[in-house]
């Protein structure tokens, strides 16, 4: 047995199921050991494709994502994708071939440094030197991305080390790192408090029923991020809504009337707490993001298993305080906060994914989530030509029917994946907001630029036809009737919709 048998076996033991890439020279000795697996292998058009369709299988799933290309071109190509990831904590795992051992660090064909390319990426790079540290590595990289979902993980694997058959396998014994010295600290503020408010990311998913139990029982109201919606469902009157960039009057009044803000895995970035109170408790596995007077270093279920919590009464107060975002355009023909609006009616317990632009604005406005991991987008790095690749891995992953809404922009970004969609006949749902233009870039020029429209025209092709090349059916509509129309009936996809909306500016955070 050799290196890559045995790396394809150790992905077996640790049920990993499906994985997501493309086939190349270097990387053909793992491509041989996986054909005689059982493991499920989807093949992408696109590097970027790929490593972001494994983004979207972890996201949907809290699983792991596993991405496989071959050397320089191929895993170059998955840079945005990692990236992504990395900026929003996916634990994803890129497994990228190379050139033999001795052209490292040379000018040989198709050889870049490629660990040095992914460590600003990634939570770790790896460049393994033989067949035992790549074992070692796998193992390790593995137990961290189930243990502390912090981000991807990159292994770098030269072709004449995945050959080798001469290598040791052993077990590993792991220590959990962790600081929970401030718990004490943390429990006077809470001991005192009278106005506690959860905030909720995605680091507290894997704690929900936990998190709604506590709320529940000792009254404490929340606020979510947008990846952490629906860890309190949004119809309970405990969850007060999103956090600042994008909060309403009552969760404006909860943070600035909270007299203790505990924060259960986020990252506290900009968009969620421009400043940070002094009565912040913020508990993260992820040490290089803790802020605040109270950092707890660890798992929010050791944190929750160790503190006291007490019942508070100020839900009624929040109650009084109007929660609606008071949006326009909900029902102008056709607006495209109007056509997504009738879209999530339409399919409110179903998995969405969106993309970048002004589009995801009016989609995390609107959506309501009954349950985790329902709205797949890329928050912190927003990269366009996310959302199809992410339902593909998103639907094999969960084997639900995926809803994707995209802007015209952002689709033509990544449309090479509907051969992907068409290949693995999946039950996706792909709305094509069509404007023709980067309607969000085009808002920005004349609202903070005083500029005329600049370089932000699309003249598109024929979405319908195009869709059709690929034997995706498809249909297009220009208005709310028609699109209401298109929605009653019993949709299943491949399906491609096209929607021809105005322009429309978004309301700004």
């Known amino acids: 047995m050799n290196v890559a048998s045995k790396m394809v076996e150790i992905l077996e033991e640790e049920d990993i199921l499906d994985v997501f890439g493309i086939p190349g020279e270097q990387i053909m000795p793992f491509y041989e050991a996986l054909s005689k697996s059982g493991i499920n292998h989807v093949l992408t058009r696109h590097e970027q494709g790929a490593a972001t369709a494994a983004d979207g299988y972890a996201r949907s799933t809290g699983k792991i994502g596993v991405c496989i290309t071959t050397a320089s071109p191929g895993a170059l190509n998955t840079t945005m994708a990692v990236a992504t990831a990395y900026k929003d904590s996916i634990p994803l795992l890129l497994l990228t071939g190379d050139n033999e051992l001795k052209y490292r660090g040379s000018n040989h064909f198709q050889t870049t440094p490629q660990k040095e390319i992914f460590e600003p990426i990634t939570r770790a790079s790896f460049n393994p030197l033989n067949g035992t540290e790549a074992m070692y590595m796998l193992r390790a990289s593995i137990y961290e991305l189930k243990n502390f979902p912090k981000g991807p993980i990159h292994i770098n694997l030269p072709k004449d080390i995945l050959l080798e058959e001469e290598f040791d396998d052993f077990d590993l014994c792991y220590l959990c790192e962790n600081d929970l010295s401030n718990l004490a600290h943390a429990q006077e503020l809470i001991d005192k408090s009278q106005r506690p408010l959860f905030i909720l990311g995605a680091g507290a998913i894997g704690d929900a029923e936990d998190i709604r139990r506590i709320a529940d029982k000792y009254q404490i109201p929340a606020a979510t991020t947008f990846h952490g919606m629906g860890v309190i469902p949004d119809d309970s009157p405990l969850n007060v809504g999103l956090c600042l960039a994008r909060a309403n009057e009552r969760g404006k009044y909860a943070f600035e009337n909270a007299d203790c803000i505990i924060g259960l895995g986020i990252k506290a970035s900009e968009r969620t707490l421009p400043e940070i109170p002094g009565h912040f408790i913020h508990v993260n596995i992820n040490n290089n993001v803790l802020v605040g007077d109270y950092p707890i270093y660890g798992k929010v279920s050791d944190f929750l298993s160790e503190i006291r919590f007490k019942k508070v009464d100020w839900i009624d107060e929040l109650m009084e305080i109007d929660d609606s975002y008071h949006l326009e355009g909900l029902d102008d023909d056709l607006k495209p906060q109007a056509a997504i609006k009738r879209i999530l009616e339409k399919f409110p317990d179903n998995i969405i994914a969106s993309d970048a632009g002004s589009h995801t604005t009016w989609t995390t ?101 195009l869709a059709s090349s690929y034997r995706i059916d498809a249909v297009r509509v220009d208005n709310l009737e028609d699109l209401e129309l298109v929605l009653d009936k019993n949709l299943t996809g491949p399906l491609v919709v096209e929607v021809i909306v105005e322009s429309e500016d978004i309301p700004l955070p």
């Open 365 to 465: 406005l609107l959506k309501k989530s009954s349950r985790p991991r329902q709205l797949l987008f890329s928050g912190a790095m927003a990269p366009m030509g996310y959302g199809l690749p992410s339902a593909i891995g998103a639907c094999i992953a969960t084997g639900e029917r995926v809803i994707v809404i995209n802007g015209d922009g952002d689709f033509q970004m990544n449309l090479q994946e509907l051969a992907t969609i068409r290949e693995q006949n999946l039950d996706i749902i792909i709305f094509i907001l069509n404007n023709s233009e980067f309607s969000i870039i085009r808002q920005w020029e004349e609202s903070f630029y005083d500029m005329e429209p600049y370089q932000v025209r699309l003249e598109n092709p024929d979405f319908v036809k």
